[in-house]
């Protein structure tokens, strides 16, 4: 009977009709959940279109074919409602009141699930919940990450203090619920602060990661750790990348906004060499750690801004074949496309998490010598209005290059 009625309300769910999620509207994480999945990837297709007209036809949109349930990092915020029963979910929009989730279309159900448990032991284990207003309580946020492919478990107690009572008992009960949980770190919070996680960590349980397989390479994944939410879509998304790259063997390639090496790691196979470049120093530790996971041997990574790296090899007179760039939501400054130019790469692969920045930053390279061959939209957060995008861009024979 649960399972029919589950079923009945992911149907109903993107259906037009009625909504049975009660945090709609409330919570602000999906805005389309009354709008049907076919006419919110039909809507998406239309806005990239009508954007990059000026540049490119784009390929059809590539949607998801099981649009449900497919954030495999899940963030909960812990507090107490006026009865003062714990509640655990998401902050409303632009305010800290949390609006009670239990059970949410978008997050894995494991971590749902987990999350529903650590709410049910806090009384046994006479754990607080932290009030932002006093400072006092114990209990922030519980993070958890799931592996997509490997289906391990990462389960995160944000804490206000390192002391976590009867620690043991409280992991111990937590996996006889959850078995397949691989570890279990606290992380340390302390300040009056906006941000999830605080600066310190202590292992409770387990190797304090897990790991993923994304496009048939393994990627370590830390608390902090970047990795894509969606990893199902991320594999069309990084396979459109590789496809549009059209690597022979030959290249040098560039991984620019490297992160923990996953786009560089999987052009590796089909590439002579790469560069991995990233400002984080702790990305740049896990993208050497998965590079040698991997036996990945012809990459190299870097700790450096992007756009001076970029201007370092050309001054040094490096070739680069084809540069992978993934900016974050602002696109990429001015300065580092005018580093790129510099470069002068024969192809660009743009990865874009926001297609109006990405507009921009089109803009700006093909009035510097480059067109845009094609593109195509992802859906990596249905029932959200985010759409990612991929281009391809290459050096135009008509003009001359920037490159010595």
């Known amino acids: 009977m649960e399972k029919v009625e589950r079923n009945k309300k992911e149907n109903n769910a993107g259906s037009g009709g009625e909504i049975l999620c009660p945090a709609f509207k409330k919570c602000g994480g999906c805005q389309l959940l009354n709008i049907s999945y076919k006419k919110q990837v039909k809507n998406k297709q239309e806005q990239l279109s009508k954007l990059l007209k000026p540049y490119c036809r784009i390929e059809p949109f590539i949607g998801m074919e ?5 954030r495999h990092k899940v963030n909960a915020a812990f507090d107490r409602d006026r009865r003062g029963n714990v509640i655990s ?9 949390v609006v ?4 949410c279309f978008l997050e894995n159900e494991k971590a749902d699930a987990v999350i529903g448990t650590v709410r049910g032991l806090l009384k046994s284990f006479k754990i607080k919940t932290y009030d932002e207003d006093t400072g006092y309580g114990l209990l922030r946020h519980v993070m958890v990450r799931a592996g997509y492919a490997t289906g391990q478990i990462m389960v995160v107690l944000v804490l206000a203090s390192p002391i976590l009572p009867s620690k043991n008992n409280f992991v111990k009960a937590l996996r006889k619920e959850h078995p397949e949980i691989t570890t279990v770190i606290i992380n340390v919070n302390d300040k009056k602060t906006s941000m999830v996680l605080g600066d310190r960590e202590q292992v409770i349980y387990g190797p304090g990661y897990i790991e993923d397989v994304l496009c048939g390479k ?6 902090r750790s970047f990795y894509q939410v969606n990893p ?16 022979k063997g030959k290249e040098t390639v560039l991984d620019a906004y490297c992160g923990t090496g996953t786009i560089g790691l999987i052009a590796a196979d089909k590439a002579k060499r790469v560069i991995g470049v990233e400002l984080n120093k702790d990305a740049v530790k896990d993208a050497v750690v998965n590079a040698k996971r991997n036996q ?4 190299q990574f870097y700790q450096k801004d992007a756009g001076e790296f970029m201007v370092q090899l050309s001054e040094s007179g490096d070739k680069v074949d084809v540069v992978f760039m993934d900016p974050p939501r602002s696109g990429s400054d001015e300065r580092f496309l005018a580093s790129l130019i510099k ?4 192809k660009v692969v743009y990865v874009s998490c926001n297609p109006e920045t990405l507009v921009r930053d089109l803009k700006y390279l093909t009035a510097k010598g480059y067109q845009v061959k094609k593109g195509v939209g992802v859906d990596m957060f249905p029932f959200t209005v985010g759409i990612e995008a991929v281009c391809l861009l ?4 008509n003009r001359k290059g920037q490159r010595r």
């Open 89 to 97: 979910g998401v902050y409303k929009e632009g305010t800290h009141i």
């Open 394 to 397: 290459e050096k135009s024979e």
């Open 66 to 70: 099981q649009p449900m349930h497919y």
């Open 100 to 103: 009670p989730v239990k059970n």
């Open 296 to 299: 990945v041997s012809n990459i």
């Open 232 to 247: 199902a879509q991320t594999q069309q998304l990084y396979g459109k990348a590789m496809e549009y790259a059209a690597l």
């Open 343 to 346: 470069l002068g790469p024969k």
């Open 218 to 223: 393994t990627f370590k994944i830390s608390p």
